[in-house]
């Protein structure tokens, strides 16, 4: 029995659509937390046995995947995490702010450690 059709979508209207390309996914994904950001919801599940990911975006009635083995992929994932963590604490969603290339910038902007600590200075 699929648990969509437990509460109140039939069986029959969920929509799985699983997408080949990130660039694809993502732009579908966040479309999808634009227009129901009470409803959307992602889960991401890694099998060992396989070595693979899958991420999944859904609001009942849609249902959007990507499946990778590729690492690339997985920093992919952790910046769409990053933005969708962003968007769903913020209180307005302001769809020119979601984009992966602002998270490349905002990651590169970011300086280096360098691991030493700044010398405290002495007392007179």
Known sequence: ?????????????????????????????????????NDVRYTMKYRHCDSC????????????KFKTDQIADV???EKMNAAFVRLMSSKTIDPTTITMEADEEKTAAVPARTGKKPKAQKKR
């Open 1 to 37: 029995k699929n648990l969509a059709g437990e509460g109140g979508v039939p069986e029959h209207e969920v929509k799985m659509v699983y997408f080949t390309d990130w660039e694809e996914f993502f732009s579908k994904s966040t479309q999808l937390l634009i227009a129901k950001p």
């Open 53 to 64: 990911l899958v991420v999944k975006v859904t609001d009942d009635t849609v249902c959007l």
């Open 75 to 77: 920093a992919r994932v």
